[in-house]
Nanobody, 125 residues
C-alpha cells in the first residue's frame, strides 16, 4: 500500500509561483511513475505533469514551459514547481503513483493506482 501526502498549496497572485510537494510511503518509490493532476470546480480531473521512474517527464500543453516536475528518490518526494501562475490554474492538485517502469509516464488518471488527498491552489487575478 502506498500513501501520498501533498503539501505546498495556497493563495498566490497571478504571475507568482508555488512549489507543490508529494511525500510517498513505500519501499519501491524509485520504481514508481508519479503524476500530478488537477480538478477545478465543475470540471473533470485533468492531467498536469508526470515523471517516470527514470526521470522522463511530460506535461499538459496548458502548463508546458511554466511548470516543472521533479523527483527526489532518496526523500521519496515528487515536486511540481509552478511559475507564472494564471487564474485558470486554480484547482485542487492531486498527486498520483503507479508502480511501473514504463519509459513514458502515464498521462491518464485511470493508469494510476494511488492518489493523495489533494491540495488547493488558488490564483487571484
Amino acid at each position: 500500500q502506498v500513501q501520498l501526502v501533498e503539501s505546498g498549496g495556497g493563495l498566490v497572485q497571478a504571475g507568482g509561483s508555488l512549489r507543490l510537494s508529494c511525500a510517498a510511503s513505500g519501499r519501491t518509490f524509485s520504481s514508481y511513475a508519479m503524476g500530478w493532476f488537477r480538478q477545478a470546480p465543475g470540471k473533470e480531473r485533468e492531467f498536469v505533469a508526470a515523471i517516470s521512474w527514470s526521470g522522463d517527464s511530460t506535461y499538459a500543453d496548458s502548463v508546458k514551459g511554466r511548470f516543472t516536475i521533479s523527483r527526489d528518490n532518496a526523500k521519496k518526494v515528487v515536486y511540481l514547481q509552478m511559475n507564472s501562475l494564471k487564474p485558470e490554474d486554480t484547482a485542487v492538485y492531486y498527486c498520483a503513483a503507479r508502480d511501473t517502469r514504463v519509459v513514458a509516464p502515464p498521462t491518464r488518471s485511470w493508469a494510476y493506482d494511488y492518489w493523495g488527498q489533494g491540495t488547493q491552489v488558488t490564483v487571484s487575478s
